[in-house]
């Protein structure tokens, strides 16, 4: 029987393929943050409603994910 401790599990999750490792990510910060905060959840809300009444009133324009993608990927590649 194995003992469990922290680095154990790190070590066999970084083996682990990149969506699987996604899923743990995700699901131990969550863990962390139970019960959202009142306060926050209203100040997403103001930002959410920003943003779209600047998408709306042509402020702002919205770019494709792939040329968000796209760049990004041309930025990695520029800097190895």
Request: proline share 4%; glycine share 2%; hydrophobic share 35%.
């Amino acid at each position: 029987m194995s003992i469990l401790s922290a680095d154990n599990i790190i070590k066999e999750a970084l083996d682990m393929p990149e969506n699987e490792r996604a899923r743990i990510a995700e699901s131990l910060i969550s863990s962390l943050h139970k019960q959202p905060s009142r306060e926050i959840d209203e100040a997403w809300h103001k930002e959410i409603e920003r943003r779209v009444r600047e998408i709306d009133s042509g402020e702002v324009e919205c770019i494709p994910w792939e040329d968000v993608r796209n760049r990004l990927y041309s930025n990695a590649n520029n800097e190895a």
